[in-house]
């Protein structure tokens, strides 16, 4: 747009071009400017939009193509560091949304399929070319990784090596994904493995992968788990759990853990206590997702389990998900066949949203390691 067109906006719509760019300024981010990181307003309904509909506006403005940006990552990252969420208007659905959680289960049996029907669900064949051979739709560990594929065959090992497997051993993968992990554990640390996961398109990839080994894939919700376990992971599934399921879920772990066992839990993490999601998030990506905080694990956790180590590679995960992003563009020519181009611009906006909000560090990936009464002599944890 050109700088005449900036010049209508302020005019025709003087008081929301005004407040927009105030903001954003904040952020040193420009309406038209020509740096990477500013916006390019296509539409001039785009401001008020945003001021009237917070981030859902923002989201659904930009798979509409009313604006753009060359590197959403960077805007995002401007954005969260300036705090420029808090001073978006929270739109009324969202108000209605935080007092449902509050008073229904969101995550309840039956709505736990949502997810995997809505996202996990949408095709092998996007995930298999974004993801790296593991399909590990989580952290990787980049330490000393230069790849994706090395980022999160280390995650692997280092899970494994935290849970301390060896043949013999039966471990339950509670959110097994598209099997991944599942495989891993059982080809390089030889132990019997149990997968469970809502999503059937992850159940079928899962079994095929896993046909050789001695891996039981499962289609099903956690909470119907019984029976007993060395021990026990979870990777990338708690954010789904929801607030009013933490205490159902813990005692589902406890339950199925041997009084010796251990267990890793693997999940994104809020930085503060907070019924409230992203709209868009909520209503494009992960619905019915919630982020825990430190606080509601280590109260739910307290009276069942000794915390024996607490590692936060959230940082990591920016590197994670620009990885996928590239991957993702790379993939589109083959994909765009099957997805319009409306769900190329939100899997876009998606997964550069993400990378910014964790290089902002407004949002965590934790790996907690429980005992159910306390490792004697502790344990010295691999990182």
């Avoid at 080809?187 to 059937?200: D, E, L, P, Q, R």
């Avoid at 994670?320 to 083959?334: D, G, K, V």
Wanted: include cysteine; glycine fraction near 8%; hydrophobic fraction near 40%.
């Amino acid at each position: 747009m050109s700088s005449s067109c900036v010049e209508d906006l302020s005019i025709q719509d003087n008081q929301w071009y005004r407040i927009v760019n105030e903001m954003l300024g904040m952020a040193d981010v420009q309406i038209n400017g020509n740096r990477p990181f500013d916006i390019q307003v296509k539409n001039p309904d785009f401001l008020k939009r945003v001021l009237q509909e917070g981030s859902l506006g923002l989201g659904e403005s930009y798979m509409d193509g009313w604006w753009e940006c060359e590197r959403l990552d960077i805007f995002f990252q401007r954005v969260l560091n300036a705090g420029l969420e808090s001073k978006l208007p929270r739109h009324f659905k969202d108000t209605l949304r935080i007092a449902a959680a509050r008073l229904t289960n969101l995550q309840s049996k039956k709505r736990a399929w949502i997810v995997g029907k809505e996202h996990y669900d949408l095709g092998n064949d996007l995930f298999s070319m974004m993801l790296d051979p593991y399909m590990q739709y989580s952290c990787g560990y980049w330490k000393e990784a230069t790849t994706l594929e090395q980022a999160q065959e280390a995650k692997l090992k280092m899970i494994c090596d935290k849970l301390q497997l060896k043949p013999g051993l039966r471990l339950l993968d509670i959110g097994c994904g598209w099997g991944g992990l599942s495989e891993f554990a059982a080809k390089h640390y030889g132990v019997s493995v149990v997968g469970v996961t809502i999503s059937a398109e992850q159940q079928k990839m899962a079994q095929d992968r896993c046909k050789d080994l001695d891996v039981t894939i499962l289609l099903q919700d956690y909470r119907d788990l019984n029976d007993q376990f060395d021990r026990i992971v979870s990777v990338g599934m708690f954010e789904h759990v929801g607030p009013k399921n933490y205490q159902t879920y813990f005692d589902v772990v406890k339950h199925n853990i041997k009084p010796d066992g251990l267990f890793l839990l693997h999940t994104i993490g809020s930085n503060k206590s907070d019924l409230s999601v992203d709209p868009w998030i909520d209503k494009y990506i992960f619905p019915n997702g919630c982020l825990p905080s430190i606080k509601q694990i280590a109260q739910t956790t307290e009276s069942l389990f000794v915390m024996e180590d607490w590692h936060n590679i959230g940082a990591d995960y920016d590197r994670t998900l620009m990885a996928w992003f590239e991957r993702f563009q790379q993939a589109w020519p083959s994909l765009a066949e099957k997805y319009s181009d409306r769900f190329e611009r939100m899997f876009t906006y998606y997964l550069n949203a993400c990378a910014g909000a964790f290089r902002a560090r407004d949002i965590q990936l934790w790996q907690v390691l429980f005992s159910p009464q306390g490792v004697e002599g502790g344990i010295r944890v691999p990182r």
